[in-house]
């Protein structure tokens, strides 16, 4: 009735497979660390780029204390 479910009497068959998927998965975990830390570099150098986190960015904020004494 379903024959398109094989599952074999002698489970060695099995190993090909195993070996296969332990192969890729080991591919995927160095893929998504190489990913990882070329994020941490790209961010870095985005954030030196732009001077995202440097004291300079906060001097820059307009004060609102100021704005509102001037209008009175």
Not at 23 to 49: C, D, L, P, V, W
Request: hydrophobic share 30%.
């Amino acid at each position: 009735m379903m024959d398109f479910l094989y599952f074999p009497e002698d489970k060695t068959e099995y190993i090909p497979a195993i070996i296969t998927l332990v192969i890729f998965m080991i591919g995927a975990a160095i893929t998504m660390y190489y990913f990882y830390k070329h994020s941490e570099k790209e961010e870095k150098r985005f954030n030196e780029q732009y001077d995202l986190n440097s004291t300079k960015q906060s001097s820059k904020e307009p004060q609102l204390s100021d704005n509102k004494n001037k209008e009175e």
